[in-house]
């Protein structure tokens, strides 16, 4: 792969990936965001949209892939890394995979449903297209308070609306 890969690189994908996750946060959707670029350039973002869309499959990886797609004219993303900040789950595991995509980088793992080391590993299996690479724990902490922040706020509005009656 001659795509270079620094760490600056890395992190200033992530920095965007976390805005689109916070613009999630504030729509109230559980905040997870991703970013494609290609050849370095950001040129796709999206956040979770399952409830604005109503759509279990609206995750932020899923629809950043298909901006990327649409902004390239191909749905083959190549020379593409995506960058989002929760470990994604199958779904978007497969869609990644089917995409080509060679580089994949996240940020906190996801133990309930993570498929790229966590709860299943897709990532190596040559039997389903070249191995991707995976580069994960960037900028976990963000990811990681912004869902706490998220979760913990969920908690106490059911608690205030219990409250009320
Ligand atoms: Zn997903």
Redesign the pocket.
């Known amino acids: 792969m001659p795509m270079k890969l620094d760490s600056s690189l890395l992190e200033s994908l992530m920095d965007a990936a976390l805005a689109q996750a916070k613009e999630a946060f504030l729509a109230d959707e559980v905040p997870v965001g991703a970013v494609v670029a290609y050849q370095g350039d950001i040129i796709a973002a999206a956040r979770n949209s399952m409830e604005a869309m109503k759509d279990a499959t609206a995750?932020a990886?899923?629809l950043a892939l298909r901006r990327a797609a649409e902004k390239l004219g191909d749905w083959r993303l190549k020379d593409c890394i995506l960058a989002v900040t929760l470990e994604?789950?199958t779904?978007?595991t497969g869609a990644l995979r089917l995409s080509r995509l060679p580089v994949v980088v996240f940020g906190l793992r996801d133990p309930r449903a993570g498929a790229l080391g966590s709860l299943y590993d897709l990532s190596q299996d040559e039997r389903w297209g070249g191995p991707m690479r995976v580069i994960s724990g960037v900028h976990q902490d963000k990811a990681k308070e912004l869902l706490q922040n998220f979760f913990a706020q969920k908690r106490r509005k059911v608690l205030a609306s219990e409250g009320l009656h």
């Open positions: 995750h990886e899923m994604p789950c779904m978007c």
